[in-house]
């Protein structure tokens, strides 16, 4: 419950900042002529890590998609159009993240490094943020209104997110990994290993278009990535297992037993008593954890006077 309440104070703040930002410009308008939109998101949520991948050397983006561990995410939106083409965001989600070794293909390549590893991994996402939309086509529009209006859009914005790695242990259970400190973060013996919060920011940027289906009504989908700053939305990131001894050292006595259970999960066959870093690779630190969601969208145009008319310039459709 505790590491919540960072997460809670977090997302309030962000919301007063964006809601006072909002109410600011607001104030030049006429509650008549304001446009608001607030809508519903449904859709899917993929994990982009170290964890799982397709055959071959693992890479970044699409290409080590693992569809089978495809996640559901929803969301709120709430939008304000200080001009009809552009509008600012408020937004919150809540989704889930999955990783599993299990899922690389079995074809005798470098994926086969993965497999032998083991390692998988689960993770609830909340998630608040601001951001811009900007609508290029509402230049080239030839009647006022909004029914029957395709509008594709680019939207950019910054937020907070809050995740909790957690894994299967032996008996079914699924055990919280951060914890554990699995890569030795903030144990003395591994200096360069530091713990990681699980409430940060991330960067968001995607695509997508809105239809109005009615004057007030649309529909859409929804592209959105996030690019994050941190490598240990899956637990795993360092290069190497660290000597299990350390973990009587640093925890308590009840989570170093878990810790030594888990920290390795692999099938290789080591010719030492624990798999050194020249044998076998834990993760890859190079790269950041991401994800990305595909979502279908509905909402409503609110406070919106449609006697308010646009000035256009010549159009093509």
């Known amino acids: 419950m505790r590491a919540s309440l960072p997460f809670l104070r977090s997302v309030i703040l962000l919301f007063s900042i964006a809601l006072s930002s909002v109410l600011s410009q607001a104030q030049s308008i006429t509650s008549g002529d304001g446009k608001f939109e607030a809508g519903l998101g449904l859709g899917t949520m993929f994990f982009l890590g170290d964890l799982g991948g397709s055959a071959g050397v693992g890479k970044t983006f699409i290409k080590d998609l693992d569809v089978p561990l495809t996640k559901m995410n929803k969301g709120v939106y709430f939008n304000y159009y200080p001009v009809e083409w552009a509008s600012l965001r408020i937004a919150g989600n809540l989704g889930y993240v999955e990783g599993d070794d299990a899922q690389a293909p079995a074809k005798g390549g470098a994926e086969m490094d993965r497999r032998e590893r083991g390692l998988s991994f689960r993770s609830k996402i909340s998630e608040a943020y601001i951001a811009a939309e900007l609508y290029p086509t509402y230049f080239f529009e030839k009647y006022d209104g909004l029914k029957g209006k395709f509008r594709p859009y680019v939207v950019g914005g910054v937020g907070i997110y809050h995740f909790n790695p957690q894994t299967k242990d032996m008996d079914g259970s699924w055990v919280n990994l951060a914890p554990l400190k699995l890569e030795g973060q903030g144990f003395p013996q591994y200096p360069d290993s530091k713990p990681y919060k699980l409430t940060q920011m991330n960067v968001l940027m995607g695509f997508g278009f809105k239809y109005y289906i009615k004057e007030r009504t649309y529909i859409g989908l929804e592209i959105l990535h996030r690019k994050l700053f941190t490598d240990y939305v899956d637990?795993?990131?360092?290069?190497?297992?660290?000597?299990?001894?350390?973990?009587?050292?640093?925890?308590?006595?009840?989570?170093?037993?878990?810790?030594?259970?888990?920290?390795?999960?692999?099938?290789?066959?080591?010719?030492?008593?624990?798999?050194?870093?020249?044998?076998?690779?834990?993760?890859?630190?190079?790269?950041?954890?991401?994800?990305?969601?595909?979502?279908?969208?509905?909402?409503?145009?609110?406070?919106?006077?449609?006697?308010?008319?646009?000035?256009?310039?010549?159009?093509?459709?």
Not at 307 to 317: A, D, G, I, M, S
Request: proline share 8%; aromatic share 16%; glycine share 4%.
């Open 235 to 317: 637990d795993v990131s360092h290069d190497y297992y660290i000597d299990p001894i350390h973990f009587d050292q640093n925890l308590p006595a009840a989570d170093a037993v878990v810790a030594r259970r888990l920290y390795y999960r692999g099938t290789y066959t080591f010719p030492a008593s624990r798999p050194y870093p020249e044998f076998a690779e834990r993760g890859d630190p190079k790269e950041n954890d991401a994800y990305f969601s595909t979502i279908l969208r509905l909402g409503w145009r609110i406070n919106n006077d449609a006697r308010t008319k646009q000035l256009k310039c010549p159009v093509f459709y």
